[in-house]
């Protein structure tokens, strides 16, 4: 498979990454406003969410042509439970833009079969292709993983229930009030529905994140670190703060 090098901006700060992520939505959507963006959770995007929230505001943008596919979503977990990824989305972006609920698409954290509704909305994201942007965060410590890709996951997997990588189980479990709630796993987009995407931005930010960056540019291309795929796919930037590049040759 013919390999490419990702664009790397480095940042001083976390703030501005949030601002080189947000103005790559806010120009994607200017210049296409039905556009179809897959978009992350986690700590690291909410600013860029705030940014967007408030270019909303302000009018430089608007989202009622454009469709926002999510990345992935715990299972089981009940919509309304605050750390589900789609309450997540409510509160960061989906209740303060002008986005139709019809256009705003998230695995189905309550739904009975876990594989059936992993296959199901890898049909909605195949209906939706080609996605026009992607954006990803980085897992925690040494799971590299993009979405809920987990060590392990092939290049061609497509969207699937996965179980939670215990790096990522011990982490993501402070996120709830109860870290014993946290479920076991998860329906994510697979690498091979992510490499689809026309573009795709990596976005990190800390110290914590420093080894895996470099795994990701630098590291052998395999299943032990999923985001190093990201280098099959020829529209890749990765866009980090100073702490998260610490470990990068200069
Ligand atoms: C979760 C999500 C990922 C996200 C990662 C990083 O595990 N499934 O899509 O990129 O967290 O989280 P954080 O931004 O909080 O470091």
Redesign the pocket.
């Known amino acids: 498979m013919t390999t490419y090098e990702p664009k790397l901006v480095i940042n001083k700060t976390a703030e501005e990454v949030d601002s080189f992520a947000a103005l790559q939505i806010i120009s994607q959507i200017q210049k296409k406003p039905d556009s179809v963006l897959t978009l992350?959770?986690?700590?690291?995007?909410m600013g860029m969410y705030k940014k967007l929230v408030e270019a909303y505001k302000k009018r430089e943008i608007d989202f009622s042509k454009a469709t926002i596919c999510n990345?992935?979503e715990y299972w089981p977990i009940d919509q309304a439970n605050p750390s589900s990824?789609s309450a997540y989305m409510k509160k960061n972006l989906i209740d303060h833009i002008n986005i139709e609920a019809s256009r705003w698409n998230i695995p189905n954290g309550s739904a009975s079969d876990a594989d059936v509704e992993a296959k199901r909305y890898d049909g909605v994201v195949k209906a939706l292709s080609p996605v026009d942007l992607t954006i990803?965060?980085?897992?925690?410590g040494t799971?590299c993983?993009?979405?809920?890709n987990e060590k392990g996951s092939a290049v061609e997997s497509r969207t699937r229930f996965v179980t939670?990588d215990e790096q990522?189980y011990k982490?993501?479990a402070h996120?709830f009030s109860d870290p014993n709630l946290i479920p076991k796993g998860?329906i994510?987009q697979g690498v091979g529905t992510i490499l689809e995407s026309k573009k795709i931005i990596l976005?990190?930010?800390g110290e914590?994140?420093a080894w895996g960056i470099n795994q990701t540019l630098n590291g052998p291309i395999g299943t032990d670190a999923p985001s190093t795929f990201l280098r099959y796919h020829p529209d890749v930037t990765v866009v980090i703060d100073e702490a998260a590049g610490n470990n990068l040759k200069t």
């Open positions: 992350p959770t986690g700590s690291t995007p990345l992935d990824y990803l965060g980085l897992g925690p799971t993983h993009i979405g809920f939670l990522t982490v993501n996120f998860a994510t976005m990190a930010k914590e994140k």
